[in-house]
């Protein structure tokens, strides 16, 4: 009888279910997605706690907000992740609403293009490097990259019209 109590108490602590449900948390939904640049990571967001975090690739001067077109920086602010690209040149991509109002102005003041197609999105397929390698350098126009496998995830977990921070 004792032994049959401490099997239930186990189950009612630790359901072997367990796993099942942290992995199916991975294709729940998430209502933030937050980019720190300066530690090069992304993660996302449910209710305030932190789903998963990846590393990530940006452009070759992440250092600063994104200006102009061609200044190969990733935007600093608040976005929202408009839209989703099944057939993109880099795997999948999740676009982001760069540039926003005040991108705008901003170029239009300083008499110049702001730029736009940022996207989160998976490998480089020209790179010669394995997809953990090529995470560790800056390689896109101010894009954010992620694996191919991250960015299956990522696919799952977001919808359009999720909010992006991206952060110094």
Known sequence: MRALSTVF?????CPLW?????????????????????ESRLSVLR??????SYLI???DVPQGHKLKEGDQRT????YTLDYKKSDSAFYKSIHISYPNEEDKLRADALGIPAGGMIMIHGENPRSPLPPEEAQKYNWTN??????NKEMDELWQMIDA????EIWP
Do not use: F, Y
């Open 161 to 164: 019209g999720t909010p992006i």
């Open 75 to 78: 935007p600093q602010g608040r």
């Open 57 to 59: 690739a940006m452009g």
């Open 47 to 52: 209710e305030g706690k932190v789903v998963k």
């Open 9 to 13: 108490m186990l189950l009612l602590c």
């Open 142 to 147: 101010g894009c954010i990259a992620v694996t």
């Open 18 to 38: 367990a796993n099942a449900s942290s992995s199916q948390s991975l294709h729940a939904k998430v209502d933030l997605v937050v980019v720190n640049k300066s």
